[in-house]
T-cell receptor, first 111, second 114 residues
Framework: LAKTTQPISMDSYEGQEVNITCSHNNIATNDYITWYQQFPSQGPRFIIQGYKTKVTNEVASLFIPADRKSSTLSLPRVSLSDTAVYYC????????????FGSGTRLQVQP | GAVVSQHPSWVICKSGTSVKIECRSLDFQATTMFWYRQFPKQSLMLMATSNEGSKATYEQGVEKDKFLINHASLTLSTLTVTSAHPEDSSFYIC??????????FGSGTRLTVV
């Protein structure tokens, strides 16, 4: 399974755009990139998933360069409620293997 | 979308007793379920993987006789922590995967052993 590296923590202010980059140098051909959000004492919540280029949904964008060795989660105009831990996961989503969580990035949004 | 219900959300038990945690997929059939454990300020650690109708596969270092996992149906998996001790106090999270659905997580169970 591809290992991921993300910043341990990030700080931001309300209304700013936040970009969290994840490195996954050993990503395999069949691997997808998925980001989850976790609030304290809750299970992880799916944010966005992609394979290559750019993916956008109602809450975030995911940028994946051509070599797929990294990815960037972009959160537009964050609010206090976006304070959470964000996990970048890489794996083959078509199989039955479990998702492996790295250390995640603890985002703190301040007023 | 796919929903996974996990109960109880929190439980306090005495040392030496057993606790059962349920994980149900509400609107899809979960062919595979996963159990994770999370200690404070740490990431999720996979404990075991269970496929419906077969024995669970445990990760290295996880005692299968202590953490009993049953996946008897396509919508229900249970984790029983037997003879719980204070060091078993943690946040337990289940995840379910269906044939045509991604990975959906339960809301977690906070176990405190006193």
């Amino acid at each position: 399974l591809a290992k991921t590296t993300q910043p341990i923590s990030m700080d931001s202010y309300e209304g700013q755009e936040v970009n969290i980059t994840c490195s996954h140098n050993n990503i395999a051909t069949n691997d997808y990139i998925t980001w989850y959000q976790q609030f304290p004492s809750q299970g992880p919540r799916f944010i966005i998933q992609g394979y290559k280029t750019k993916v956008t949904n109602e809450v975030a964008s995911l940028f994946i360069p051509a070599d797929r060795k990294s990815s960037t989660l972009s959160l537009p105009r964050v609010s206090l409620s976006d304070t959470a831990v964000y996990y970048c996961l890489v794996g083959d989503i078509t199989g039955r293997r479990a998702l492996t969580f790295g250390s995640g990035t603890r985002l703190q949004v301040q007023p | 979308g796919a929903v996974v219900s996990q109960h109880p959300s929190w439980v306090i038990c005495k040392s030496g007793t057993s606790v059962k945690i349920e994980c149900r997929s509400l609107d899809f059939q979960a062919t595979t379920m996963f159990w994770y454990r999370q200690f404070p300020k740490q990431s999720l650690m996979l404990m075991a993987t269970s496929n419906e109708g077969s024995k669970a596969t445990y990760e290295q270092g996880v005692e299968k006789d202590k953490f009993l996992i049953n996946h008897a149906s396509l919508t229900l998996s249970t984790l029983t922590v037997t003879s719980a001790h204070p060091e078993d106090s943690s946040f337990y999270i289940c995840s379910a995967r269906g044939r045509e659905s991604g990975y959906t997580f339960g809301s977690g169970t906070r176990l405190t052993v006193v």
